[in-house]
């Protein structure tokens, strides 16, 4: 019988969260395994709603983690508890690491402890892995007429750090997304098929 594992991709903006999911997904799907694919900010009307002020430079940072809070608060608990109880690998493109890091790096009025007590309904992932980008490819990877208001190098910087600070902390893995998509994705399916084993 299969064990249900939640799994995270987290890194910067261009980092390859998105894609990497999707590859995670169709190769765990391959290998027979029943997975459920899902991604931050949710399809729910908050998740929309957060969308909307991603672009939106008059949004106060501690509004943001509201929002992004309350969002994975019912994305969790409609959604993702749900599929691991029915025994589903459940992949998510990002998670709280990406609250604790753009909102924590967007003032210094928002502590990494006030964005972990806004969001203790939710439990923790079993994997994450951080995708570690170079702040300038990044930028490169994106249209000028798509950036958001996080996308400028010097905020990029500080968010790459502070991602790579608490990787470092909780001990999750850090895979450079610099590198060609199949040697990342080869990279990533090594760390879940070795735990999937175990």
Do not use: C
Request: proline share 3%; glycine share 4%; aromatic share 8%.
């Amino acid at each position: 019988m299969q064990k249900s594992l939640f799994i995270v991709l987290e890194g910067g903006d261009a980092a390859g969260t998105t894609t990497h999911s999707l590859l995670l997904k169709d190769f765990l799907e391959s290998k027979s395994f029943k997975v459920y694919l899902t991604q931050e900010p949710s399809q729910s009307k908050i998740g929309k709603l957060i969308r909307e002020f991603l672009k939106n430079k008059d949004i106060p940072p501690s509004t943001d983690a509201l929002l992004f809070a309350a969002d994975r608060n019912l994305h969790y608990n409609n959604e993702i508890k749900k599929k691991l109880e029915e025994g589903f690998i459940v992949i998510s493109d990002r998670y709280i690491e990406s609250s604790i890091v753009y909102q924590s790096a967007q003032s210094e009025d928002i502590s990494v402890e006030w964005v972990k007590e806004i969001n203790k309904f939710v439990e923790l992932p079993d994997i994450t892995i951080i995708l570690d980008i170079d702040p300038k490819i990044a930028l490169a990877r994106k249209k000028n007429e798509n950036l958001e208001k996080f996308e400028h190098i010097t905020f990029l910087d500080k968010v790459r750090n502070l991602y790579l600070k608490r990787a470092e902390e909780e001990g999750y893995y850090i895979i450079n997304s610099d590198d060609i998509i199949e040697i990342v994705q080869e990279r990533i399916q090594a760390i879940i098929m070795s735990k999937l084993k175990k």
